[in-house]
């Protein structure tokens, strides 16, 4: 059984890349959280409790505007819906971790989950559960830095909040380029866009997202059906 200062580096190791982005990003969410009147605080607590990365830039203007609790649950549970799909090959792993298997559902993330495919062959418990840790913690060192910062920086930080959205589009625009199947690409900015002139800024993005999904379930189901 490999001992815990192995395990340690191992994890660090494991999780290099994944700090690199956690600390610019979460840098940025912790920012655009000042800018919108909340503290440090506040990064600690979102990004301890939370911590779901895209969804936390999303809940900021929420939090400000008010919103209700429904409608942040429903913005949620459309924007994280992805995790129900890549997430189940993780459970019967996490179910063999024990009591750790709560924190384990609770931190997997993109990026973690990356971490977990690249490993070669069966992992200790203990790399598994530091991997998601640093991840966390490399996200909420960022956060609560960003938050910090952008209360002592001279300078307007207006915008910066655009960094996950540059993200999204530069993954987006990448696997555009390398598929031949552009569909559901089409399907999703079709949704985003009718939604937006329909509902408005403020409310587009849950409808949208729960469109998308319906229809490219819809188109899945077609197919399978053709190639029967």
Known sequence: MPDAQHERMRA????LPVMCGYLFLGTAFGATLAQAG???AWAL???GLVYAGSMQFVMVPLMASGAALTTVALTALMVNARHLFYGVSCIERFQRMGRLC???????????????CGLPGEE????????ALYDQLYWIAGSVAGAVLAQQLPFDLTGIDYSMTALFIV????RAMNRADRLPMAIGGACAALCLMLLGPDRFLAPALAATAVLLTAVDTAGRRRAA
């Open 124 to 131: 200790s418990d203990g790399v598994m559960l530091r991997v």
């Open 12 to 15: 660090v190791r494991l999780t």
């Open 45 to 47: 607590m979102m990004s």
């Open 38 to 40: 909340f503290g440090p």
């Open 102 to 116: 709560p924190y384990m559902i609770f931190s997997l993330t993109d990026e973690t989950y990356s971490v977990y």
């Open 171 to 174: 993954i987006c625009v990448e």
